[in-house]
């Protein structure tokens, strides 16, 4: 069965930091690409970044780029995504994803197993 677990959502003001993460299982980890997306009220998922299997190969959004790092230890499952410098305008519920195709970049279609979200608040 698999799972995606997200944890360190949260509360901060802008300027600040958080850092995400995911713990995964039922599936081979390191056989599939991972993600971060977001979900704002009243907005359409977007994807914030992915990254390879091996994780030596990133992507982003513009709107997060030079902010945010995600990162995976395939070791213990796990994906991350560190967050800097956040504003308003990146709070939203947050999701981590695991796609089994290798092309999948932030295509929310592309993805195939998601978690349950993290809520992600930044005030003025």
């Known amino acids: 069965q698999v799972q995606l677990v997200e944890s360190g959502g949260g509360s901060v003001q802008a300027g600040g930091s958080l850092r995400l993460s995911c713990a995964a299982s039922g599936f081979t980890f390191s056989r599939l690409r991972m993600g971060w997306f977001r979900q704002a009220p009243g907005k359409e998922r977007e994807g914030v970044a992915g990254i390879s299997t091996t994780g030596s190969v990133w992507y982003y959004a513009d709107s997060v780029k030079g902010r945010f790092t995600i990162s995976r230890d395939n070791a213990k499952n796990t994906v991350s995504l560190q967050m800097n410098s956040l504003k308003p305008e990146d709070s939203a519920i947050y999701y981590c994803?695991?796609?089994?195709?290798?092309?999948?970049?932030?295509?929310?279609?592309?993805?195939?197993?998601w978690g349950q979200g993290t809520q992600v608040t930044v005030s003025s």
């Open positions: 994803a695991a796609a089994t195709s290798l092309s999948a970049r932030l295509t929310a279609a592309d993805y195939n197993y």
